[in-house]
């Protein structure tokens, strides 16, 4: 047994496969919307020809999912099991996390003496800049190393997403034990008493400016994922091409609209009835299965995470280091063929080792 316990962590397929390739749809999204703001004014993609620069709308996909996986993992759950549970998440979490923000440290420290005034020719945003002035107090140092007491910071800055992933994942087994337990109608108020406070808090409170209200608005989007993987099964009915096409439409909602939907709750309300109808589809429309099941989804589906994580570091090197010398589209090819690289590497030399790690450390503890 203790053999077996130590053999390496194989990426082997599992009956949700394909929502493994939809989250690395989603990761190349936010790459894409991050390519555009480079040099472009954020709201000026929202048009249904760059449909595939929808990177906040992925981040919204990354909550119902991670509510639907989780829900998954969690299905035996017993609540004694909650501090493994908790060192599973750490250790799939904070170890590409921790390379990826100490490599754009290291790299920001090193290229500071390569900021060429050329770059001021190529219409970079604001956004772009953020990196480069990035301060390096104690606030920040202690931001980076817990992830818990901010929402993200500028040296890496989609770690926003995982302050509400960690934090949510905490709670998340609790949850699941109560809604496992509870009567369906208890959790269908439940869950529209989060979505009540969320309005109340968009409209009285500072509900995306306070990241403690914002905790309680996302984890709208988990239980969401929640209830899909209860009752998924039930509601196949509505699995079908038509319904395919309303959730990518929904989901894609302010960009077929040219950007009129002006409020952003209702906008990310939307995009999460689209993303559950488009997971919906991935778990039991076979067609679209097996157009998720091409290879290069399901690999950008394992490679995701690194991908989502190192994409940035590596544009802003890039920008740094070459737009003197060449052009914007050429560092953004290389940035997405070097970060491909990157997170494959990610993916196979340190998320499954870090994986292997602690089930062999639990397995052993609990002989």
């Known amino acids: 047994m203790l053999k077996l316990a130590m053999q390496p962590v194989k990426a082997t397929p599992h009956k949700f496969a394909a929502l493994d390739s939809l989250r690395g749809i989603a990761a190349l ?4 919307q991050h390519f555009w703001e480079m040099n472009h004014p954020s709201d000026d993609r929202l048009r249904p020809w760059l449909f595939f620069c929808a990177g906040h709308e992925a981040v919204i996909f990354f909550f ?20 493994q549970f908790v060192l599973k998440r750490f250790f799939r979490i904070y170890p590409a996390y921790y390379v990826a923000i100490i490599s754009s440290a290291l790299l920001l420290i090193w290229i500071k003496a390569y900021f060429p005034s050329t770059l001021d020719g190529h219409g970079l945003t604001e956004w772009f800049y953020i990196w480069s002035q990035t301060a390096f107090d104690k606030t920040m140092l202690w931001g980076s190393l817990s992830i818990i007491s901010h929402e993200g910071n500028s040296l890496d800055v989609v770690t926003w997403s995982l302050f509400y992933e960690v934090w949510l994942s905490l709670a998340f087994p609790l949850l699941v034990l109560a809604f496992w337990r509870w009567h369906q109608l208890i959790n269908w108020l439940s869950l529209c008493l989060l979505a009540w406070l969320s309005f109340y808090w968009w409209k009285n409170g500072d509900l995306l400016g306070n990241p403690w209200q914002s905790l309680v608005y996302y984890s709208w989007y988990f239980l969401l994922g929640l209830l899909l993987f209860r009752h ?48 919906l589809s991935g778990l039991h429309n076979k067609g679209f299965k097996w157009l998720l099941n091409w290879l290069p989804f399901r690999f950008y589906g394992k490679i995701s995470y690194s991908l989502y994580l190192f994409h940035l570091p590596v544009l802003y090197a890039l920008s740094y280091l070459f737009l003197a ?17 990157l997170a494959a590497a990610g993916y196979y030399w340190l998320e499954l080792p870090s994986i292997n790690a602690i089930k062999s450390i639990l397995h052993k503890s609990s002989r």
């Open 29 to 32: 999204m936010v790459i894409f």
């Open 64 to 83: 119902v999912l991670s509510g639907f996986v989780l829900s998954n993992q969690l299905r035996n759950f017993k609540f004694p099991e909650y501090g």
């Open 325 to 341: 010398n060449y052009s914007l589209e050429l560092v953004k090819i290389s940035t997405l063929i070097l970060t491909t690289l």
């Open 232 to 279: 998924h099964e039930r509601i196949k009915f509505l699995v079908n091409p038509w319904f395919l096409i309303l959730g990518c439409g929904l989901y894609f909602s302010n960009y077929l609209l040219f950007g009129k939907i002006s409020s952003r709750l209702l906008h990310e309300v939307i995009i999460a009835l689209g993303s559950s109808l488009i997971l």
